[in-house]
């Protein structure tokens, strides 16, 4: 065959092979940035070009954009009496969208993780709080770093208190014993482009201590700042074991007195930690929270839309059989001087009756997510595992997710142990900083065993409760009723075990 003739027929496929092919720089700007991070992190084995473009600053930050442009997505896990932990998202653009699942950690036990409240670019602080190990995921990829052990803390080694509802949280009980009192978050000092994970605990000798790690280094160190003394004592006791809230590069802890050292247990302390300086601060908090309100509380803190939120509920004083509650949502500018105002209102008894009920039920622990649609709906995670949606234009409160809408769990765990099983997620390719190779394994902690859920869709079902072995053991004849589940025959310990609310008596 002619030489002349071969080269012109491989020329002339190529210049069609070209003229069919997209520029890379649209594939992988214009395409795969607009891919979930999980499928687009498994794009870069197609072929070097990919994977050095996926894995490119400019790529992540291009992907992570398009990410923050799109609707909220909700991070979840649903609590087991096993091993393992396996952690999903769900998009609230609609309701009955499907949820896919992220992963699944083998030997981390559901029962007592604790997440940060919200991602810190893309990664999140996961804690095993029963052992005290300390793990930062990216849960879009799965690449995860274990934080070298930390100095232990004192715990609680009574057994959890057996009161009426005692699954519901409360800052003075221990949802599990041995109970830990320390507290950990995940912040950005974006002066060294570090990350950092904060802990602040009490130790053996009731002393409360601040140690810093910074992702990627050898280990733990005291913080720079001088941790403060309390105008009170017992603070052991409300290290309730909740990550702390990050907003703007500081931590902030909701600190609760006891009523037996001769202060209003109603007013509460707000401790706050910079990242970049690691110094301490007080914030007050709002005086009486409102004279519009009964039984006034803060309960809880969050972020919300980039400002420091305080949920409080009490009782209107229109009503004085104080069957009627009201939520308030307050959020704090660090001005000069600093203040607070009211963000939000939501009056139960203004709502329609079955969304009133539920609400209701809900009070406990009600924490505000974000918000959507131009800032006029807030999203509120419950600790029944539910989010609903309010907007204060119309004064209406929408359920739009339900955990048990697309996973099963106990009913012995329809109620988080501690605190809420919902957070915000956000989709990255960002690897997380390793700990030093060099660290001996003596300090690196336990290896998790990972197993990536290829986005594996999960779409809304039936709900299907099932028991627990333990609530098998000690009690038989359940059926599940359109208002709850219904208790045929009982016993005093399976009333112990079970969230009393789940009865119908």
């Not at 720089?25 to 940035?33: A, G, H, K, P, S």
């Not at 280990?219 to 907003?247: I, T």
């Not at 809304?460 to 000690?474: G, N, P, T, V």
């Amino acid at each position: 065959m002619d030489t002349t003739a071969t080269s012109l027929a491989e020329s002339t496929i190529t210049m069609s092979d070209s003229e069919q092919r997209l520029p890379d720089d649209l594939v992988t700007d214009e395409i795969l940035t607009r891919l979930p991070a999980a499928t687009a992190a498994r794009f870069r084995e197609v072929c070097r070009a990919w994977n050095a473009a996926i894995t490119s600053n400019h790529f992540v930050a291009a992907q992570a954009r398009r990410a923050a442009a799109r609707q909220p997505e909700i991070l979840f896990f649903p609590p087991a009496e096993g091993p393992s932990t396996s952690f999903y998202t769900c998009s609230l653009t609609q309701t009955g969208a499907a949820s896919r699942k992220l992963l699944t950690v083998g030997n981390l036990a559901a029962e007592y993780v604790v997440l940060s409240r919200r991602p810190c670019h893309g990664f999140t602080l996961v804690r095993d709080a029963r052992s005290s190990e300390h793990f930062v995921f990216n849960l879009s990829t799965g690449d995860h770093a274990v934080l070298p052990r930390c100095e232990p803390a004192k715990t609680f080694r009574v057994p959890t208190f057996q009161l009426p509802y005692h699954s519901r949280f409360h800052p003075t009980m221990a949802p599990w014993a041995p109970f830990e009192f320390s507290s950990t978050g995940l912040g950005f000092d974006p002066a060294t482009g570090e990350h950092k994970v904060v802990r602040l605990f009490a130790n053996w000798k009731t002393k409360l201590k601040c140690q810093v790690h910074t992702l990627g280094s050898r280990g733990w160190r005291p913080c720079a700042g001088v941790v403060p003394s309390l105008p009170w004592p017992g603070l052991m006791k409300y290290l309730s074991g909740l990550p702390p809230v990050v907003v703007g590069g500081s931590f902030y802890w909701l600190l609760w007195p006891h009523s037996n050292v001769g202060v209003d247990p109603h007013d509460p302390l707000i401790l706050s930690f910079s990242v970049a300086d690691e110094r301490f601060g007080w914030v007050r908090t709002p005086p009486r929270v409102s004279m519009r309100l009964r039984n006034h509380r803060i309960r809880h803190l969050a972020e919300l839309d980039g400002s420091l939120c305080a949920v409080a509920y009490g009782v209107p004083r229109r009503f004085h059989g104080g069957e009627e509650r009201l939520i308030e949502l307050l959020t704090w500018t660090p001005s000069s001087p600093p203040s607070w105002k009211t963000r939000c209102r939501i009056d139960l008894a203004t709502l329609p009756n079955p969304v009133r009920d539920e609400l209701d039920n809900e009070l406990h622990i009600i924490v505000p997510l974000c918000t959507t649609t131009g800032g006029k709906v807030v999203l509120l995670a419950t600790g029944h595992h539910k989010v609903f949606a309010y907007d204060a234009a119309r004064n209406t409160v929408e359920k739009v997710f339900s955990m048990d809408d697309y996973v099963d769990f106990p009913v012995c765990h329809s109620e988080a142990r501690l605190h809420i099983n919902i957070c915000l997620h956000e989709e990255c390719l960002a690897a997380v900083p390793k700990v030093a190779p060099d660290v001996d394994a003596c300090v690196e902690g336990k290896r998790l065993q990972v197993k990536l859920g290829c986005a594996a869709v999960v779409g809304r079902r039936e709900k299907h409760r099932r028991l627990c072995e333990k609530c098998a053991a000690l009690g038989h004849g359940y059926k599940c009723v359109a208002s709850g589940w219904e208790q045929m025959t009982w016993t005093a310990e399976l009333r112990d075990h079970l969230p009393l609310r789940q009865y119908i008596c």
